[in-house]
């Protein structure tokens, strides 16, 4: 215990707004709803689309024992994002998802990770630790949610009591026995908001998104300008150029949430008012120095491009 609440204080003093730890325990998961059996029946609906390194060795993706031999416990860490700032979605210009407003969260997220395994090993120096943030094979929100950071919501991200759906996540495995968290409650409840809100329809039932539909994914995992948007989904992007909120911003936790302090993710000029016609005579030397420390970069100059065009046809056909 002692040990345990000794890395939580350490992870606060770095600015991780949450933490909580999970036990990496099979034996105490319900055997109809194991990791594995939730995410091969999710990959065998096809919704996981051009994303094929989700479907490699999905037995390791759902045993964090198969990532480091011998884990035994799951730091999941979480810091909010929201800020105070309202997009500028004036006529002309684009839309692109609050993550994406500020610095690169692999970047600030990593190095704190790394700073606090540095911690950890000297708090415990038998500890074997190794850190991720979106870029390991481990499914980080359902351990969030078993840590204690908050509950999967129907719209499959994870929900805080307090920090409503703004939490970015990343997780550090380790070899220590910690003393666990009690696991999130879902209080969704009846709400079926964010089913509602999606303007594609990518929620296709509670708790599960066809991600071959999502703008999320339209928009930044199909890259390339000869992977064509279906022209039906395309008219539903609306101004949205990178990423989307629209089911997180209608649920009904985020009206309590607090805003962030963390500088890293306040917005720039460009990102809180993107104005597409400019936007839209990019070079590939412009877009790599405008967007050289955001998550943007990872649609890729030719897709952000074909975003943006899209939009401002969109634009064009709007009463």
Known sequence: MALAGAIKEQARALGFDAVGIACVDPARLPASQTLFDRLTTWLHRGYHGVMTWMGRMPEKRADPRLVLPGCRSIISVGINYLTDHRADERPGHGRIARYAWGTDYHTVMG?????????????????????????????????????????????????????????????????????????????CGSCTLCIQACPTDAITEPYVVDATRCISYLT????????????????????????????????????????????????????????????????????????????????????????????????????
């Not at 911690?119 to 120096?125: E, M, W, Y």
């Not at 094979?137 to 908050?150: C, D, N, Q, T």
């Not at 899209?310 to 064009?316: G, K, S």
Request: net charge negative; hydrophobic share 40%; with cysteine.
């Open 111 to 187: 190095n704190r990770l790394q700073r606090l395994e540095r911690q950890i090993r000297t708090l415990a120096p038998e500890a074997v630790t190794r850190s991720y943030v979106d870029t390991g094979p481990v499914m980080e929100k359902a351990w969030a949610e078993r840590a204690g950071l908050g509950w999967i919501g129907k719209h499959s991200n994870l929900v805080s009591a307090q920090y409503g759906s703004w939490l970015l996540l990343g997780e550090i495995l380790t070899t220590l026995d910690l003393e666990p968290d009690e696991p999130a409650t879902d209080l």
């Open 220 to 319: 930044i995992e199909l890259r390339d300008e000869q992977t064509a948007i279906p022209d039906d989904l395309a008219a539903k992007l609306g101004n949205r150029i990178f990423g989307c909120d629209d089911c997180l911003d209608v649920c009904p936790f985020n009206l309590r949430a607090s805003c962030t302090t963390e500088p890293a993710f306040q917005p720039t000029n460009v990102t809180l008012a993107p104005r597409l016609a400019d936007l839209a005579r990019c070079s590939d030397k412009t877009f790599a120095a405008t967007f050289h420390d955001s998550p943007i970069r990872r649609a890729r100059h030719q897709g952000f491009l074909r975003n943006v065009r899209i939009a401002l046809q969109n634009q064009r056909l709007s009463p």
